[in-house]
């Protein structure tokens, strides 16, 4: 049975320059048809659904949803499944879309942890971004999170942004430390293709810093992190002590989850499962009480492997050796020869993880290991 779920909201007041998400702008009554169409994939879904440890509302901007909407969808998730008592309940919040009551109406729904999408504390960059928040809208939100009582938040920030600085960095990071959040995720921006951003870059219309300075802004944000007292337990997630997103474990563990929604990714009974990304056919499909299934991969023992490394390896407490030989017969510490030799692995006991200096190596260093196991 299985004990994680992901809920998709696709919907967003604007789309992000550099964003590939599957998100379309928000219109109240299709957001309503597509929470019935929900409610429908959790009727379909509860039979292969255990007990529930966490659930994570994603998107998009969940928080674009009426107070309304979200009371619904909450009631129908408990009619549908069952929750241990300390399930994480995690809802993505944007700045922008927050109010005092919206926060209190999803915490007296049962969330226990909101993720605030803020990425940077610096208008210049969030214009860049295209974000629809100014920075003094994001310290808003921050400071009406923070005082609802919430058990656990965490401030998401990004860093590499085309104009941004050292400084200004270490700006953004010192003003989301004055909240002392739970949790602080800080993501390198990637400029994936076919987005805006990956074109304005192309046509030099914006320039990424430079190498260099984004390790910098990387080192700077692992130093001051973990000096202000949190763990380092993902390559970009930091949390105080047992306060780390188990949602997330989850999926780097390579654990089983559902998701339900247009667009979302199931892992289960070793397949990789997609629901179609068209939202209309999504809704459609369910009308029908069809399940929204587009594709299903089965997994073989090379590709369980590449993911185990390539998941493991994103924690900083690293892939559990003796496992891998014992389940796949693969020797790992011997791939991993050179690298140990280099720096740019460590071997703790059973644990094979990144070493500081290849921390910033990471997608070398996993094709490197690919190469030497012939996968
Ligand atoms: S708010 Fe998030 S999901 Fe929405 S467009 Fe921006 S990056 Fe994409």
Request: charged share 25%.
């Amino acid at each position: 049975m299985i004990n994680y779920l992901y809920i998709h909201l696709p919907f967003c007041i604007k789309k992000c320059i550099y964003c590939d998400f599957l998100s379309v702008p928000y219109d109240n009554l299709f957001a309503r048809r597509y929470v019935e169409a929900l409610e429908r994939e959790f009727f379909l879904r509860k039979e292969i659904t255990g007990k529930l440890k966490s659930v994570y509302i994603g998107g998009g901007t969940p928080t674009v949803l009426s107070a309304e909407s979200f009371a619904r969808l909450f009631a129908s998730l408990r009619e549908s499944f069952e929750f241990y008592p300390d399930a994480e309940i995690t809802v993505e919040a944007n700045p922008g879309t927050i109010d005092e009551d919206k926060i209190q109406i999803l915490l007296s729904l049962g969330v226990n942890r909101l993720s605030v999408g803020v990425q940077s504390f610096v208008d210049k960059e969030l214009l860049t971004l295209g974000r629809t928040h100014s920075s003094d809208e994001a310290l808003r939100a921050v400071d009406i999170v923070k005082k609802s009582g919430v058990k656990n938040f965490s401030i998401d920030l990004i860093y590499a942004i085309p104009g941004q600085t050292p400084e200004s960095w270490e700006y953004t990071i010192s003003r989301a430390l004055e909240f002392s959040p739970e949790h602080i995720s800080t993501y390198e921006l990637t400029p994936e293709h076919g987005t805006p951003l990956h074109e304005a870059l192309k046509e030099k219309k914006l320039m990424m810093p430079g190498e260099e300075i984004i390790v910098e802004m990387y080192s700077y944000t692992i130093d001051t992190l973990t000096g202000a007292g949190y763990r380092h337990y993902e390559i970009s997630n930091f949390a105080k002590e047992g306060l780390e997103c188990i949602h997330n474990l989850n999926y780097w563990n390579r654990g089983e989850y559902i998701g339900i929604g247009a667009g979302a990714h199931s892992f289960w009974s070793d397949k990789r499962i997609k629901n179609t990304g068209d939202i209309k056919k999504y809704i459609e499909l369910l009308n029908y009480n069809q399940l929204p299934i587009d594709e299903s991969i089965e997994i073989s023992c090379e590709d369980a492997l590449k993911e185990i490394i390539f998941l493991g390896l994103r924690k900083t407490e690293g892939i559990n050796m003796r496992s891998i030989k014992e389940e796949l017969g693969v020797k790992l510490h011997e791939a991993a020869k050179d690298l140990l030799k280099e720096g740019l692995i460590e071997i703790d006991g059973s644990y094979l993880r990144l070493a500081r200096k290849g921390l910033v190596l990471s997608n070398e260093i996993i094709v490197r290991l690919f190469e030497k196991l012939g996968i």
